[in-house]
C-alpha cells in the first residue's frame, strides 16, 4: 500500500475524490499528510474532519518561495510518503521538490494537455471555442503542466456558454478520472521514456 501527500490550495473536491476512492477500496492506498498553503482552504478543514494528519503551511509567513518549499518538503518527509498528490495546489513546484520525488508527484489539470496549460484552464477553453476538452493527470516535471501523460479523459464543452459552465463541465469527469489514473500507476509496472510513460503489457 503506498502512502500519499496530498497538497491543495481550495476547495479540495479532487482529494474528497481521492479519499472516497480510498474508503470504497478503489484506490489501494493511503493519506500520510494533507498540506495546504492557505490555512484557510476548505479542503484543509474537510481533511481535519476526516481526521487525517493535516498542515498550514502559510506561504506569505516565508521569506522566499524556497524556504516555503524546504518546509513543504520537511512535512511530506516526515509523513513518509512516497506519493506527492497535487490537488488543486496553486504554488509552482520548484526543481529541487521535482528533483527529490522524481516521476512521484502527480497534478490534474482540466484541459486536454498540451492545450490549455495553466491558469484558468477552462476559460481559455471556452474563449477558445473548443467542443471538445476534458481532464488530463500527468507526472509533474519542471515545465508548467508538460510532464508525461498518465491519463486523459474528453469532455464535450459544446454550447457551453462561459468559462465556469465548462469548469462544471469538467469537474465531475476530474472526481472519476484523478483515483483512477493514481491507481493505474501504483498497480501497473511503467518508465518514461523522454516526454512519455511506456506502460508495461
Ligand atoms: C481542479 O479543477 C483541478 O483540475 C485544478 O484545480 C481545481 C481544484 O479543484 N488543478 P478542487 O480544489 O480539487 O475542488
Redesign the pocket.
Known amino acids: 500500500m503506498s502512502d500519499l501527500a496530498v497538497l491543495?490550495s481550495?476547495?479540495?473536491?479532487?482529494?474528497l475524490a481521492i479519499h472516497e476512492a480510498i474508503e470504497q477500496e478503489k484506490l489501494d492506498a493511503r493519506i500520510a499528510v494533507v498540506v495546504s498553503n492557505r490555512p484557510e482552504a476548505p479542503?484543509l478543514s474537510k481533511a481535519v474532519e476526516r481526521g487525517l494528519t493535516s498542515h498550514a503551511i502559510d506561504h506569505r509567513k516565508f521569506e522566499s518561495r524556497e524556504r516555503h518549499e524546504e518546509a513543504v518538503i520537511e512535512a511530506i518527509t516526515r509523513s513518509g510518503a512516497e506519493w506527492v498528490v497535487l490537488?488543486?495546489y496553486m504554488r509552482i513546484i520548484g526543481a529541487e521538490f521535482v528533483e527529490r520525488f522524481r516521476n512521484r508527484i502527480v497534478?490534474?489539470?482540466?484541459s486536454l494537455l498540451p492545450s490549455f496549460p495553466g491558469l484558468d484552464a477552462q476559460k481559455q477553453a471556452f474563449e477558445h471555442g473548443v467542443e471538445i476538452s476534458g481532464?488530463t493527470v500527468h507526472l509533474v516535471d519542471e515545465g508548467l503542466d508538460a510532464g508525461p501523460i498518465v491519463a486523459q479523459r474528453a469532455v464535450s464543452v459544446r454550447g457551453a456558454r462561459s468559462g465556469d459552465e465548462v469548469?462544471a463541465r469538467?469537474?465531475p469527469v476530474?472526481h472519476e478520472l484523478y483515483p483512477e489514473a493514481i491507481q493505474r500507476l501504483l498497480t501497473r509496472e511503467w518508465r518514461v521514456e523522454g516526454r512519455r510513460i511506456l506502460w508495461s503489457a
Open positions: 491543495l481550495g476547495r479540495g473536491s479532487n482529494f479542503g490537488a488543486g497534478n490534474i489539470h482540466p481532464a469548469a469538467i469537474l476530474e
